[in-house]
């Protein structure tokens, strides 16, 4: 149930079953161009594949120039209401587009916006927030799912009078449940390309939850194309944070997935350190690989069987387990040794 | 969607639309009542409603009439293969129990603890996890949440030829995506209170970011009546991470909401230290309340608007907001300490 439509934002494809894209947003001043660029650079190695910023006026959007060429993931420039920024943006090499048409105003502004885009191949992102909804709508439906949904159908139909089909769609809620409503709506009326996300998430573990929660609703039924997670905090965080909530959806590529029981009165080792150093001594490795940590010998064997590899802890002794087959039995303080050796021979990777 | 039946714990309602019950279990040793009754009272005063233990023995099993004289809150016995331990936990006071029936054996065996139960007004939770599918539905179907599901039936079907009702299912697998499926499944198929949760969830952090991204799938179309976050972690930190969870999707019923934009190229105030300054400052709250802290007047007044009370931040000054209306502009350094004073005014407690 990915979105039908596809939309080329520079080297990167969205949409149309295309890999999740993870973005995020500078929060420099754009027109501060060493300070932009250093933090696109920073977001890229961390594993950010977009990166938007704000284009407040003419200076920002003209810097982008500037920062173009200094960095490799395509951008997408933040604009409210005047269209020429738009423009210029587009002029200046950007990749992507943010702005709603239904804040332009005059059809043929809206028109010169589409007509740049198009010949320039840069999708438009419309982005309608709970605090964005159009006055009528809001007033008939409240800050509720439906409005946001009709409030970005009217922008996108504005597009479309333009023919401009190259558009994606974000439908941001501060709340959970809202967001989730708002999202399932769209992916039944449209085939646009899905920019998910929870707005005004909050700081870090607050917003950190949101998004999960929210993602892993709509990630479930296969809606979403790319993704931000929105974080009062500093934008690396949010590329972090959405690693984290791939990892957990198991939809991120690569490195080890562990499984770990919870403590219970069964445990006979002491299986928060086990796991802790696992997790350690796991962090750098490249391969998909699925990793048990198991504390006891009722639930361990038959839990573990879905791994790839895993320990079960006995007393003063554990289980090396691969694919739920018993291939040695150790002392536990060498278990951790023990586990990445056969690791490091699965998957050849120095450990 | 809740489910339709109700079961008692206690005095505990769970299913049929009572709130959401906490749970965790104990990993101490539940033999070591001085340790266990510690442990159960530090859970209950984090928020815990229901706490579970061991009974891996008979010495367990009486363990619990004197853990039960020192604490509150009804306790659940967790039972893996011999039904004389479920039948002594029940004689000594235990208000619900986990035992699958499939692992007693003998029909006649199931019956004496069903009747047990049932004398008692105890119900009984049926809890299938990845590692214990019947064989011969893995064998057919894989671990996947429809042989879960399967798997669930059996046992609760055997429950009910020895006319024993008062059950309640888990079926947790440790993928979030397969564990939202079987449950929706699970949900569609039977009226049990269904106690939701990821297994082998992982440490701290990606346990408790599984869990919300399947609380939040979950708990968004109603399904679930009561939940544990299980993290291989002290058992206090699944009950400070399930409140956690429930407060990012606004089912938490006390304290705080805040709600706070990300930042970006526009913020002209320092926003991540005001976010944290609010957050700190009404942890302890008790009314609920949404409180928007944001960045800045494109996005602040319209996104702020839906929050009860807020502050917008300028350059050098910011706004405060009552539901949308401005009703002060003060110096930044003022900010936080203006929003108290309207949220006590608001709230009539003491920050």
Redesign the interface.
Known sequence: MASKRQIQVGNLTIGGGAPLVIQS??????QDTDATVAQIRELERAGCQLAR??V?DLE?AQAIRTIRRQVTIPLCA?I?FDYRLALEAVKNGVEKVRINPGNIGEKAKVKQVADACKAAGVPIRVGV????VDKDLRERYG?TPEALVISAQRNLEQLEDCGFFDSCVSLKL????GT??AYRLMAQRCEYPLHIGV?????Q??G???S??????L??DGIGDTLRV??????IE?VFAAK??L????LHQQGAR??????????QVD??AL??QV?RRLQALQSRITV???GCV??G??????ADVGICGGKGEGLIMRKGQMVDKVPEDQLVGRLMEEIAEMTGERI
């Open positions: 947003m500078c929060n420099t001043k754009t910023v704000a407040p920002a933040d409210h927030n709970g605090g964005s800050v501060s709340n959970v449940f989730i409503q707005t005004e998430a909050g700081g573990k607050m950190t939850l949101r999960a929660a929210a993602f892993g609703a990630l479930c929105s974080l009062t905090a500093p934008p949010e984290d909530i990892k957990a959806l198991d562990i499984v770990s029981c919870p403590t219970c009165g069964r445990t299986l928060i796991a802790e997790e048990a940590v198991m009722v639930n064997p038959g839990e573990g069987r879905e």
